[in-house]
């Protein structure tokens, strides 16, 4: 459960400043914080989905919420107005990072749908996603295979 913390400055105490509940367990993966904003990946172990969530900083409201086919185990990554995840069946989803929306899915190469527990990372415009069997790169804001 994300929560933003400040500390009292007079008192040397930690203040929660507010809770959210995912939709899903958090699992192990960081939130990432991009600008105003809390970007979370959800897993849901018993159910075949999970999901993004993207919550304001000042105050844990809910911007926005995109269900997803699987699972997210990783923390996912933004690229050019882009939230990138990698599910755990190691399929990559752009979403629109003002509404969600998906923008592009690519699946995972992989007949066996292996695990894919590794945070996508974004260097030069390039996106790096991996499995148990595979890393791929791929242009961050199409998709395409490079």
Avoid: C, Y
């Amino acid at each position: 459960m994300p929560a933003a913390i400040r500390r009292d400055a007079a008192e040397g105490d930690a203040v929660v400043r507010w809770r959210h509940q995912l939709s899903g367990a958090g699992h192990r993966a960081p939130v990432r914080v991009e600008g105003d904003r809390v970007i979370a990946g959800a897993k849901r172990e018993d159910l075949p989905s999970g999901a993004v969530e993207v919550l304001s900083l000042r105050d844990g409201s809910q911007l926005w919420q995109a269900e997803l086919q699987a699972s997210i185990k990783g923390t996912p990554v933004t690229h050019h107005g882009h939230v990138i995840a990698v599910e755990v069946s190691g399929d990559v989803v752009s979403l629109d990072a003002e509404t969600g929306t998906e923008r592009w899915r690519i699946p995972s190469p992989d007949p066996l749908r292996l695990f894919a527990w590794a945070n996508p990372v974004v260097a030069d415009g390039i996106l790096i996603v991996g499995d148990l069997s595979h890393v791929r790169a791929l242009d961050a804001d199409t998709g395409e295979l490079r």
